[in-house]
């Protein structure tokens, strides 16, 4: 390692050393430590609801992804901007914002349980969080973990040491404050690092049209000239022309084209990756809980140029990116494409990187993935402490006068956790793999109706929501435990009891993800029940106030 690079990693250490200390000088409150103090600017908001959003997964896993099945993925950025920034920033924020500060909730579960005066919902979602969101955590946690290790040539158990060891000292020490700060901190450093690498893989393509014309090229002789005669079972599971093959056999025609309509392969990249994804993040407690940190509606607006700026440079250049590495490693690797030459999905990005950028490029690159890492971890932690501290510890009885202490307890318990099972499961066995998608179906199934329907109707009511919870939390483990074919064969249940990895088979049932099932079920519930209820007047007007 030059001495540059060693200046720049120090520097880098510093000053998210400096911006926690920030958050710590300002904490005087536990509304500070929960809510960073519920002033927070629009710019350090939107950049820190993005980079929290975008995790290292997002970046490598994705861009592998989108090599393997092309611009079909860009739906997800469409999706990621109009649903996940627009629709959440201008009409569910301040909504969300208002009412929070009305019931003087601080957490996310705080904002279901006293939404619906229920304990019982505020714990469940807390348990919730606590027993699923640790294993996004850790996948979080080993992809960045494994970039360090593998750049800086260090074992994986002290890399994995030291990086939480710097993610617990700030998030304990800042609360909310020192993570939004660093946040911010590290989604410039993504942006910029995005910025650079659309620029030098499309100049290194002859430009934009150039880049995309090739694709279609490639798909003929790699994809179609090639494996058009071959049956899948001559391939080696797993190799890159099993995967061409399989995508084929799926309904995809190029990567600059749509899967056949209603092909398995449609079903998987809209159900699956655009609407699981897409939709799933208005279901995110570390996400929701941010629009309770601003002062006004006037600051969400203006956080949402800055989000979707910054989720286009995030998801939209990966995924184009990731579909056009198929054509440099033509060109570059013999004809070969892009699953071919790296190996595998998840080798394809920082193979390219390793392979195609110069060597500085790379530095920076590892920087926006360790970047990436962090903000989203650090905002798991500080949102799975709060749900020990606040929402477990506290409705059980725990003195509210020390609400930063038990959250501190809780991010320590959660550290602790999260750390072992990055140990456990270094080897990234399939469920840490498959954990985004099972936290994003569970979440949006349990909590998305009675969250956005309690948030603008006076007449949904505590049974209802309770209802629709449970409903929607059985019907999505059904259906991630024995009919998802990706969950359903990871988790290995299916397997255990029926001799299949989905009771479905190779139906195109198997394809459609848990959301598409599960959340209509705990939609219909919540508008049945509150049919059959009458709502409390009382809590009517504590959550919606008097006029």
């Known amino acids: 390692m030059s001495f540059l690079e060693i200046a720049i990693i120090i520097l880098y250490l510093v000053a998210v050393g400096w911006l926690g200390w920030m958050g710590y000088s300002k904490t005087k409150t536990s509304t500070d430590y929960l809510l960073a103090g519920r002033d927070t600017h629009p710019f350090v908001m939107a950049l820190s609801y993005g980079a929290t959003f975008i995790s290292t997964a997002a970046i490598v896993g994705f861009g592998g992804v989108a090599a393997w099945l092309g611009n079909s993925l860009l739906w997800l950025t469409f999706l990621n901007i109009f649903v996940g920034i627009f629709i959440a920033f201008v009409f569910i924020g301040n909504p969300t914002r208002k009412m929070g500060l009305r019931l003087d909730a601080h957490t996310f579960p705080e904002f279901l349980g006293k939404r619906f005066d229920s304990k019982f919902i505020q714990i469940f979602a807390a348990v919730i969080i606590l027993a699923f969101m640790p294993l996004y955590a850790t996948a979080v946690l080993i992809g960045g973990v494994q970039f360090l290790s593998v750049y800086f040539g260090v074992n994986y158990h002290i890399a994995l040491l030291i990086f939480s060891l710097i993610i617990t000292a700030y998030v304990l020490a800042g609360g909310l404050k020192g993570v939004m700060y660093t946040d911010a901190l590290q989604g410039t450093i993504m942006f910029i690092a995005m910025v650079f690498l659309i620029v030098m893989v499309v100049s290194s393509l002859g430009g934009i049209d150039a880049a995309f014309a090739k694709l279609d090229h490639v798909w003929q002789i790699t994809v179609i000239d090639r494996l058009s005669g071959v049956s899948l ?135 926006a993935l360790i970047s990436a890492a962090m903000s989203t971890l650090s905002s798991q932690f500080h949102t799975m402490g709060t749900a020990v501290g606040r929402d477990i510890f506290e409705s059980l009885g725990a003195d509210k006068e020390k609400t930063t202490l038990w959250t501190k307890i809780g991010i320590v318990i959660v550290i602790l956790f999260s750390v072992f099972l990055a140990y456990k499961f270094q080897k990234a066995p399939a469920i840490i793999a498959r954990s985004t998608a099972i936290f994003f179906a569970l979440c949006a199934s349990i909590f998305l109706p009675s969250f956005i329907f309690g948030l603008f109707s006076k007449r949904i009511t505590k049974p209802a929501a309770i209802a629709s919870m449970l409903v929607g939390f059985f019907a999505s483990s059904f259906w991630l435990l024995f009919c998802h074919f990706k969950e359903a064969k990871s988790l290995g249940i299916a397997k255990a009891l029926f001799g299949v990895n989905s009771i479905l088979g190779h139906s195109k049932w198997a394809f459609v993800d848990a959301l598409v099932i599960a959340l209509p079920l705990s939609t219909l519930t919540l508008l049945i029940v509150t049919a059959l209820t009458k709502p409390d007047e009382n809590i009517i007007k504590r959550a919606f106030g008097r006029n």
């Not at 084209?257 to 897409?278: A, E, H, R």
């Not at 995110?284 to 989720?311: C, D, H, W, Y």
């Open 233 to 367: 079972k001559d391939l080696v599971p797993g190799s890159g022309d099993f995967m061409m093959k399989l995508s084929q056999l799926w309904g995809f025609e190029g990567w600059n084209k749509m899967p056949v309509f209603m092909s398995p392969g449609w079903l998987f990249v809209i159900t699956t990756i655009t609407l699981g994804v897409g939709i799933g993040v208005l279901a995110q407690p570390q996400l929701i809980v941010r629009f309770m940190t601003v002062k006004s509606k006037k600051e969400l607006n203006r956080a949402v140029l800055v989000g979707g700026v910054f989720i286009l440079a995030m998801t939209g250049v990966i995924f184009i990116v990731g579909s056009l590495t198929n054509a440099w490693y033509f060109e570059h690797m013999g004809g070969k494409n892009a699953l071919e030459a790296a190996g595998s999905i998840g080798k394809v990005i920082p193979h390219f990187i390793n392979s195609a950028m110069p060597h500085w490029f790379s530095f920076i690159f590892l920087f």
